[in-house]
């Protein structure tokens, strides 16, 4: 039987069957929005499992979510209430960082492009041997 020592761990239980079984968390990610240890979580899920194991097996087999930025709830809210203001700030973030992935890969492809044909028309190897010489 689940018997927190604080507040806070029973908030953090609660979340963390939340996110596990409503929003279709794995156990590390659960983790690590919570920061949390794993094995703290998976704890917790098995005995929520044993003590209630009619509604774990319901929440198991209905089809999961996946969680959208806007409904994760940051500590700092109010009783549960969303920063609009930082998951704005966050998307922003996360397009920021797309586009600069891509064009990283963009960047990459015409560098490898730009040896095969450098080692095509002079006809010697630029790139580095597998292995290194004993």
Not at 64 to 91: H, T
Request: proline letters at 4%; charged letters at 35%; a positive charge.
């Amino acid at each position: 039987m689940f018997k927190p020592h604080t507040k806070k761990q029973e908030e953090n239980y609660d979340k963390a069957i939340t996110l596990y079984y409503e929003q279709g968390f794995s156990s590390n990610k659960t983790a690590k929005v919570l920061g949390l240890g794993r094995s703290t979580i998976d704890r917790w899920i098995a005995i929520f499992a044993k003590e209630n194991p009619r509604v774990a097996s319901i929440m198991k087999r209905q089809p999961k979510q996946m969680c959208k930025p806007e409904v994760i709830v940051n500590d700092g809210a109010k009783d549960g209430q969303e920063l609009p203001g930082d998951v704005q700030s966050l998307q922003e973030e996360l397009r920021r960082l797309r586009k600069q992935l891509t064009e990283a890969e963009i960047k990459a492809e015409a560098y490898d492009e730009l040896i095969n044909v450098a080692e095509a028309k002079f006809g010697i190897q630029i790139r580095k041997k597998v292995g290194a010489k004993q």
